[in-house]
């Protein structure tokens, strides 16, 4: 059993607040992302979890022990650093057994744990080396070989994969999706890259500003985002905004009317809402289609073609929006062309930025990646 | 790779030769003359109260010297010298280093005044000792031990090379202080919080991280500092001008004391060139344990 809670935790540097009161439950062997923007704080949460940064105010709750005053060695974790951090005057099997070594346990012991922990990551072979005569992977490999040998409650991934090149990062994202089965392990892993989320996550974190903007499921997420930030956030490309008019909110939505002129009803509950109260859409790149019929109209200023899809950028006025389409679409810049979406794929913010509630909940939101556990602790904040 | 770079060495021979002369010739000269000079007076009758007396002198000058006890006495405090003041400015100087690193209110200010001694010039740093701290009665340090009630030392002839030791060791400990103290801000932070994290304690962290990753630069200091103890000359001609006896007189001092004292050219660089082979000796060895650790 590996649990942790965070119970309003506050974090003061000088005088900027950094964390603001974040209230977090972890359950067992789950896998936990924190992602947000640079200087979001969930470095500074990582760093007060594993025990290097104490915590200005709150409880650090690990296995129903508040651990607040305890030291980084004795809480039961294991970080891995983003520089790796690995001693380079010592071998891969020194790097390894490190933490045994200062406990004092015998060398045969040592070795045999450090073997185990090889065998699981395929370092056998480089026991002997020095980090310096390493690869990227390999060392990042080793980081991870160092924590598995203290066997931690809980794994601490601090923006691992940052520091390898596109395709080593998609590799190891997959050992580290194989590891986390394996191990049966609780984990937390900090990053910014939001596909790293979307595919290790069975719950998400996400911070803005040192506060927490929504937890849940990837699925979650992505089809019902709590309000514009995170909306903003998560799914790539960026979802597009548009400014709309209020026309009237009844029982089987909202109506609204589209910058083109036309009117639209959105499945989402605007009964809190007051009349004439500016909105804001928010539809993804992959739910507009082109629609010689559709409501919407612009013309393409940029065409990408990735082979398998197509990125429109297509001026609608003042706005700037993205269109994902197929690969074989004809069009060229410059053409004026008509799109438009089906509206229960749309999301409607109020004036403070809040998404209004989805009338239907989509099917997959509840689902995490293994998917007979539902998350237990998420939703807005 | 090697192939076209060994062509163009010989195609631009010639060329790149004739460029190099002037910087060649220069330092050669720089050094090949005062060395063939003193190894040519060491083969010479040459002292300055004897004028007539000239000519070859084979290995006499040699002989006389190593038949002297000074010559065995002036090594062995070289030795000490140099043993000791290394022993004190690397441990004092890795000491320090840590300590300066870590967070305090002035730490910059205690950065400069520690590092600060480098920057007086050794015959005013003498002076201030002899006459300031290591007086027998207007001393600070006589002033320290009687406020305590104990007897007062007189440093110089009580303890000459210790005396000596101390002096040279303070104005080498800031250099010391100011290498580590670099070195120590190239360490990886991540790696003293993955020790943390390992279970290090303050002492473990030092002996497991900060130590292996000083290890190169304590390698340079002791190799700078070595070259210039071996010559120490001022420290000494100030304050017991090699005595009391021989206690202090090293090897540099030895061949001031034949040449200029006793005006026997031809001695004292049998003298010189005795200090040229001992300087050499110290740094095959030493270059060769810096180069293997800049290797790592």
Known sequence: MATLQLKQITKRFGDTDVIKGVDLEVNDREFVVFVGPSGCGKST?????????????????????????VGPADRGLAMVFQSYALYPHMTVEDNMGFSMRLAGVP???????????????????????????????????????????RNPSIFLFDEPLSNLDAALRVQMRIELAR???????????????????????????????????????????????????????????????????????????????????????????????AVDSPLELGIRPEHLQLDDQGPLT?????????????????????????????????????????FGFEPRRAHLFDAETLALPSLHQHPLAGLTRHDNRLSSTSGCQ | MNKTRASGRTVGGLRTLSLQAPAVTLLLLWMLV???????????????LMPGMTGFAGLENYEYLFTDPALWSAMGTTLLLV????????????????????????????????????????????????????????????WVAESFGLQAV??????????????VAWQWLPFALLILLTAMQSLDEDQVEAARMDGAGPVAIFFFITLPHLKRAISVVIMIEMIFLLTIFAEIFVTTSG????????????????????????????????????????????VRMVARNLED
């Open chain 1, 45 to 69: 949460l990582m760093r007060m979890i594993a025990g290097l940064e104490s915590a200005t105010s709150g409880d650090i709750v690990i296995d129903g022990a508040r651990m607040n005053e």
């Open chain 1, 107 to 149: 060398r045969e012991a040592r070795r045999e744990k450090v073997l185990e922990a090889a065998k699981i990551l395929q370092l056998e072979p480089l026991l002997d080396r020095k980090p310096k005569a390493l690869s990227g992977g390999q060392r990042q490999r080793v980081a991870i070989g160092r924590a598995i040998v």
């Open chain 1, 179 to 273: 590891l986390h089965e394996e191990l049966d392990a609780t984990m937390i892993y900090v990053t910014h890259d939001q596909i790293e989320a979307m595919t290790m996550a069975d719950k998400i974190v996400v911070l803005h500003d040192g506060v927490v903007e929504q937890v849940g499921s990837p699925m979650e997420l992505y089809h019902h985002p709590c309000n514009r930030f995170v909306a903003g956030f998560i799914g790539s490309p960026k979802m597009n905004f548009l400014d709309v008019d209020l026309v009237r909110s009844g029982l089987e939505g909202v109506s609204i009317r589209l910058p083109g002129g036309e009117a639209c009803t959105v499945p989402v509950d605007g009964s809190r809402l």
């Open chain 1, 298 to 338: 612009g013309e393409i200023r940029v065409l990408e073609r990735l082979g398998g899809q197509t990125s429109l950028y297509v001026q609608m006025g003042e706005a700037m929006v993205t269109l994902m389409t197929d690969g074989d679409v004809a069009h060229r810049v410059h053409d004026k062309v008509r």
């Open chain 2, 34 to 48: 005062p060395l063939g000079m003193t190894l040519w007076f060491s083969f010479q009758r040459y002292n300055l």
């Open chain 2, 83 to 142: 043993g000791w003041v290394l022993a004190i400015t690397v441990v004092g100087g890795t000491l320090l280093a840590v300590l300066f690193q870590q967070e305090f209110a002035g730490r910059g200010i205690a950065r400069v005044l520690a590092i600060s001694p480098f920057f007086v010039m050794p015959t005013v740093s003498a002076l201030v000792w002899k006459n300031m701290m290591m007086h027998p009665s207007n001393g600070v340090l006589s």
């Open chain 2, 154 to 167: 007189d440093w110089f002839s009580a303890l000459p090379l210790t005396s000596i030791i101390i002096i």
């Open chain 2, 243 to 286: 005595g009391p006896g021989l206690a202090t007189t090293n090897l540099a001092y030895l061949i001031y004391i034949r040449a200029l004292l006793d005006f026997d050219v031809g001695t004292a660089s049998a003298g010189g060139v005795i200090a040229i082979v001992l300087a050499n000796i110290v740094a095959i060895f030493l």
